[in-house]
């Protein structure tokens, strides 16, 4: 089955700094990518997706490029703010079905 | 709000206590999902339904756990003989399934508690 690796947390940005949170998974096929993200006491949100290799999905000023060739869906953005503090979650979906999600990755961004 | 919903937000019950949480998706979405996520993790798959049918049930969901979306539009998740190790957040999701996958919408959760 599928299976996704993230960076382990927490991530400490500095207000205006540049952020990469790696994402690899494996997968039969080619597997719609997604990013979610949790805010404090909030559900999950869908912060962007991508569905074929090569595509780029954004949001928000966030960015993931989906590669097949290397198997990742990092997530980029240029200046992060305080309020992008939260949890990320990359998840390939499995089988169009079921999405499988990594344990996330905690950003911290302080003024 | 046209979201997902989720009631109760949150639930604590005894342990051997039964619980039922109701999740009601976006109106024209099809597929219907259950997660659950425990503290410091992502969330796990637990169950779906496309219309009123249950495709799909993971190991997680023992013979205690029982889903149901009897009309096709909102579903029930039922526990029974609530156990510690049931407490977690679980989480209701909800698709348009068309002629490729679809993002899922997650509703903010049920929050259960077993003392």
């Known amino acids: 089955g599928n299976s996704v690796t993230q960076m382990e947390g927490p991530v400490t940005l500095s207000e205006e700094a540049f952020l990469t949170i790696n994402c690899t998974y494996t997968?039969?096929?080619?597997?719609?990518l997604f990013w979610y993200v949790q805010y404090p006491g909030e559900g999950l949100q869908l912060l962007l997706k991508a569905t074929k290799a090569d595509d780029k999905g954004s949001n928000k000023g966030f960015e993931a490029t989906y590669r097949k060739e290397t198997t990742s869906f990092h997530l980029e953005k240029g200046s992060v703010q305080v309020s992008d503090s939260a949890v990320y979650f990359c998840a390939p979906l499995s089988g169009f079905q079921k999405l499988v999600f990594g344990t996330g990755t905690r950003l911290l961004v302080s003024p | 709000d046209t979201g997902v919903s989720q009631n109760p937000r949150h639930k604590i019950t005894k342990r051997g206590q039964n619980v039922t949480f109701r999740c009601d998706p976006i109106?024209?979405?099809?597929?219907l999902y259950w997660y659950r996520q425990t503290l410091g993790q992502g969330p796990e798959f637990l169950t779906y339904f496309q219309n009123e049918a249950q495709l799909e049930k993971s190991r997680l969901l023992s013979d205690r756990f029982s889903a149901e979306r009897p009309k096709g539009s909102f579903s029930t998740l039922e526990i029974q003989r609530t156990e510690q190790g049931d407490s977690a957040m679980y989480l209701c999701?909800?698709?348009?399934?068309?002629?490729?996958?679809?993002?899922?919408?997650f509703g903010p959760g049920t929050r259960l508690t077993v003392l």
């Open positions: 997968a039969t096929g080619y597997p719609s």
């Open positions: 999701a909800s698709s348009l399934v068309g002629r490729g996958p679809e993002a899922q919408y």
């Open positions: 109106s024209e979405h099809n597929r």
